[in-house]
């Protein structure tokens, strides 16, 4: 849990700044409280300003993101929106909630998006596709975009488990239409909950920042109670103390992804002296945020058996193999939105499930003992042996 590990006084002064002034822990007016305090907004454009974009708009939490994306790219009944197979459920759900139908799609060995199999599921009802950077490594994202482009269909960058990384220097997130990203608790900045999206056209913003707000336009001109508007919506507002503690957490990104990166090449360089095992494939031109470091064994027991060993060390694993199905598709039997336009989906996500089965997915932390590197190799080698 990076951002959680470097919590300190930074984002205690940031909270104290609003209780010295004013206590207004909502995003927007009471204008003569707040001695021009504005902790969301500040956040929105710090994180803008990091991602090389214009507009930028806070969220309550990534499926909160997930959700005001979709419904400001006017995705409803009818429309189908492709999505990958290993994520986590919080993606289908937003597509549910859209009234959208979710479609599938294999991963392959970089654990993201297919692009091969996202040719085969393009239809006429296809209307965006949810592309995710799962566990820190990018997703196969400039083929991506450009299957996108060629079929005129919105691209959604799930960025959860992205924020920081980049494709060729540029950010994740910011290759589609629309980027989210998550702040819970487990991800590389956090503000308890909380999330972000970043645009590529204002007009898209201005609907998503309405619609995060019940429609609400913020029209300056007027009190809120006049408030203009030309849509419906919800509340997805993020609150001040979420804000503040964004302003932190965002100054710290850069230090999180860098110790993070340092320490996965540190027990890659110890894995990589095991000839049985394979890691995950990480496209060209990639910098990784380094959340996890994945590789395979040659079946599903000794993945499993590799978790025994490393739990017997005192370490743990991340989402693979233990929590895979939280985490892989062809399991959420609850969401039967998934299984209605395709019954056989079980079986086409076979090569996904071969793919995770084998896969053992080892947690990167900003704070590493120089002994686990060591450690890791040793519960990989008495594994195999
Ligand atoms: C890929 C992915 N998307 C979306 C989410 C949802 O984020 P949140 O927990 O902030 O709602 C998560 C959360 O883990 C995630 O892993």
């Not at 508007?229 to 979420?242: A, D, V, Y």
């Not at 989402?319 to 299984?339: G, N, R, S, V």
């Amino acid at each position: 849990m990076p951002g959680n590990e470097v919590i300190g006084k930074e984002e205690f002064e940031e909270i104290q700044d609003i209780f010295q002034n004013g206590s207004v822990l909502f995003r927007s007016g009471f204008d003569n409280l707040r001695n021009n305090r504005y902790k969301v907004k500040k956040f929105e454009n710090d994180f803008a300003l990091l991602m090389s974009v214009e507009n930028a708009l806070a969220v309550s939490s990534g499926t909160a993101a997930l959700r005001v994306a979709l419904a400001a790219l006017d995705i409803s009944e009818g429309d189908e929106v492709i999505t990958q197979s290993f994520t986590f459920v919080a993606t289908v759900e937003a597509i549910v909630e859209s009234r959208a139908t979710p479609v599938i799609c294999n991963i392959n060995k970089s654990l993201n998006m297919d692009p091969d199999n996202l040719k085969d599921l393009i239809n006429p009802r296809t209307k965006a596709v949810i592309a995710v950077h799962m566990l820190g490594v990018p997703a196969n994202i400039k083929e991506i975009k450009k299957i996108c482009d060629n079929n005129n269909i919105f691209l959604i960058e799930d960025t959860a488990w992205g924020c920081g990384g980049s494709v060729n220097n540029k950010k994740l997130g910011t290759f589609g239409d629309i980027g989210t990203y998550s702040f819970d608790f487990a991800k590389t900045i956090t503000t308890g909950e909380g999330g972000m999206l970043v645009f590529k056209d204002k007009k898209v913003f201005e609907k998503a920042s309405a619609w995060h707000d019940h429609g609400h336009e913020n029209n300056p001109s007027v009190p809120r109670w006049a408030d203009t508007r030309q849509s419906s919506g919800f509340n997805f507002r993020m609150t001040e103390l979420q804000g503040a503690v964004g302003i932190a957490q965002l100054k710290k990104l850069s230090h999180v992804i860098e110790n993070q990166r340092l320490n996965k090449f540190l027990i890659k360089n110890e894995l990589e002296k095991i000839d049985d095992i394979s890691f995950r494939d990480i496209p060209k031109g990639s910098y990784e945020t380094a959340d996890a470091l994945i590789f395979f064994l040659d079946s599903k027991e000794r993945a499993n058996n590799c978790r025994e060993e490393l739990l017997k060390q005192g370490l743990g694993t991340k989402i693979l193999p233990e929590a895979y199905t939280w985490h892989f598709a062809a399991t959420w039997t609850h969401i039967k939105e998934i299984f209605e336009e395709n019954p056989k989906l079980v079986d086409d996500l076979n090569p996904s499930r071969d793919i995770l089965s084998k896969a053992v997915s080892v947690p990167i932390g900003v704070n590493m003992n120089k002994n686990v590197p060591q450690y890791i190799k040793n519960a990989v080698l008495k594994t195999i042996n």
